[in-house]
Nanobody, 122 residues
Framework: QVQLVESGGGLVQAGGSLRLSCAAS????????VGWFRQPPGKDREFVAA????????YYADSVKGRFTMSRDNAKNMVYLQMNSLKPEDTAVYYC???????????????WGQGTQVTVSS
């Protein structure tokens, strides 16, 4: 099992950039695929991006394709989400989690953390 703690959220203007981080603990981090999810205000949690344990295979939701990039550093037990060209509709609480598999609709297997708030102003 693995527990991930999110950080790096904040307030940014539309068109700006932000980098989110997840710090892992528990089971060996490199054994897990990792994904980012987000929950906009008044909406359900949705898939954002996923990255394989090796860091070589990625999946992105259509809404963020070309703007967001995932990466990881297994030696540091860290995973990142670089968000560029941010839009107001990206405003949400962002969560990181370990994944059962890789797809555009992956299943999280870890406990949900507190997430990190991203607010994009217009």
């Amino acid at each position: 099992q693995v527990q991930l703690v999110e950080s790096g959220g904040g307030l940014v203007q539309a068109g700006g950039s932000l980098r989110l981080s997840c710090a892992a603990s528990g089971r060996t981090f490199s054994n897990y695929h990792v994904g980012w999810f987000r929950q906009p205000p008044g909406k359900d949690r949705e898939f954002v991006a996923a990255l394989s344990w090796s860091g070589t295979t990625t999946y992105y939701a259509d809404s963020v394709k070309g703007r967001f990039t995932m990466s990881r550093d297994n030696a540091k037990n860290m995973v990142y989400l670089q968000m560029n060209s941010l839009k107001p509709e990206d405003t949400a609480v962002y969560y990181c989690n370990a994944l059962l598999g890789l797809s555009y609709n992956p299943s999280p297997i870890g406990a949900w953390g507190q997430g990190t708030q991203v607010t994009v102003s217009s």
